[in-house]
């Protein structure tokens, strides 16, 4: 083994045990894709036919030219409804141990079912979406590529949907080059941040890959959080309540895009909401020059925004359910 | 010069004499786009951020993945406003002698600034929606390097947005490769149904390289168009009682891809739509296998969709004027 070589060894070493020894984990790229599958499954994201108006597609709330979020405080649904909570982010929602805020559905194919059938949402129903996708020729193809013959259905369709998401992470962020080993990726204030990040408890919810999403946690440990919203968390599901306003954390990936901040979306500065959570969650005033190290450093965690051509939609036919946005 | 050469040449001429004899040319694509510009207009085209509620952007009703429209009789706007009219298509509309159905505006530049400030579509102003672009440190880079220093206005916005929809032609279709030469581009069947949609005199109207958009006509020559639609054409902008139900005759460029069919969207189906046009606009009954040809026939006139990366948005700063979607 020559000089360079034990060298370059002992370097890769020093930075997987320096990876290791950090709370927060770099994303790998999507992995055991199925591609057919995958570009099915973009289809069907960016289809307002899913919907009953024939206007709204799972891109409508979480749009990925906008960080896989609608950045509205709560989003618009069919006959523009004003719906109850903050859409979250679809980018690195595999990550999540379970989805909604309230972790209601298992897992991305189980969440994928949920809005279609809600009547403030999408409003339509699996049986009706169904009887759309299957009357397009174009869809009847594809889906008998990926599924077989005669398998258009709620479970399949969910299933393509699901599979389009998993490929929605976002690696290379600065901090993950840092976090990879090149201590030029991140400047000296974003690595403050980050040690006060750490230092100052935070860590202890937003960790792992997606730097969140691995936990149920009370919003508003220390002190109340103030909201005219109306979700009690995971109490809603559990009926425990012991768990209100227990809320899955949000991940911290790409959290410059994702505004307004929190459940209720109650404030689009990250400053501030970073000073919220620190006085709520952790009891703790962060001064000006502490809270701006912070959100330095939470910048860092934007990483590259999946690419894709647009999709383009098979048409409908004569005989196509039609949308009835009015009705 | 060798026979080959001599023989290629004269092929070419043939070819060339052939186009030159069809009513309808081929698309070119699209040539002398400043680049920079076009980028810019592709994010504005696709960003919410235009409209007050920030959930409303160009591509909501001229859905590029849906042959640039949203497949609806009329669209649906602000807080779920019911639009008056059928959105035309944005696809090859740079080759319209004006635009809307009532020719209301010269341009497309001119164009992009209606719905924007329309309180039934987007509900934005010009103001408001230069003032949110100016906030966003993204655009305000962008802007600078395609416009120069404080150039951000509803001009540069409309002329960006502008040159980003030149770029939407659909060049390729078989019927282009057709005129192009390849004689095995199109069936028969097809073949036939362009013999008859020349010699029943659809052609009259839709003909050049959109095949339509060149000229208006009155809907309902031979025959009252019945609707409940209460558009009345061009007589709206010229205030002309000669020139009420004058519309702008639509391109059926992608016909198969913007159907409803009409101003008012009253059908979907496409051979519904050419049966009616023969009654009302020729006073002619097509057979069934005479409308069957011309549907075949029209199908050939669906080109390559524009390819594109879904565009990535500059994030809002806390500075932001925020979206007011309920208010």
Redesign the interface.
Same mark, same amino acid.
């Given at each position: 083994m020559t000089f360079k070589s034990t060298l370059i060894i002992g370097l890769l070493s020093l930075s997987v045990l320096s990876i290791a020894q950090e709370p927060i984990q770099p994303i790998k790229p999507a992995s055991n894709i199925n591609l057919a599958m995958m570009e099915l499954g973009k289809k069907l994201y960016?289809?307002?036919?899913l919907s009953k *108006?024939? %206007?709204i597609s799972c891109n *409508?709330c979480h749009?990925?030219?906008?960080?896989g979020t609608?950045?509205?405080p709560t989003s618009?649904g069919h006959?523009?409804n004003?719906g109850p909570i903050n859409a979250p982010t679809v980018l690195n929602s595999s990550f999540n141990i379970a989805q909604f805020w309230d972790g209601r559905a298992k897992d991305l194919k189980e969440q994928a079912g949920g809005p279609i059938a809600n009547p403030g949402e999408m409003a339509s129903t699996h049986a009706l979406a169904t009887s759309v996708i299957k009357s397009i020729p174009g869809y009847v193809q594809e889906f008998e590529l990926v599924f077989g013959k005669d398998k258009i259905n709620a479970d399949s369709m969910t299933s393509a949907i699901a599979e389009f998401e998993k490929t929605l992470v976002t690696p290379h962020s600065p901090f993950d080059q840092w976090l990879l080993g090149d201590k030029e990726a991140i400047s000296a204030k974003e690595l403050a941040g980050y040690e006060l990040f750490k230092n100052s408890g935070c860590v202890g919810c937003h960790n792992g890959v997606a730097v969140g999403g691995s936990s149920y946690q009370k919003m508003g440990i220390i002190k109340k959080f103030q909201t005219s919203n109306k979700a009690i968390g995971l109490a809603g599901v559990t009926h425990k309540d012991s768990d209100k306003f227990m809320f899955k954390v949000p991940t911290l990936r790409n959290i410059?895009?994702t505004?307004p901040y929190f459940h209720d979306g109650a404030t689009?500065?990250?400053?501030?909401a970073v000073n919220i959570m620190g006085e709520i969650q952790l009891g703790r005033q962060f001064t000006d020059d502490e809270s701006d190290k912070i959100v330095a450093f939470l910048k860092t965690l934007t990483g590259n925004?999946p690419? %894709?051509?647009?999709?383009?939609?098979p048409? *409908?036919v004569?005989e196509?359910p039609?949308?009835e946005? %009015?009705k």
């Open positions: 960016f289809d307002p036919r *108006s024939g %206007f *409508s749009n990925l030219s906008m960080g609608d950045n509205l618009i006959k523009w004003q410059e895009l505004y689009t500065s990250l400053k501030e925004a690419a %894709f051509d647009l999709p383009q939609l048409p *409908s004569a196509t039609k949308p946005p %009015f």
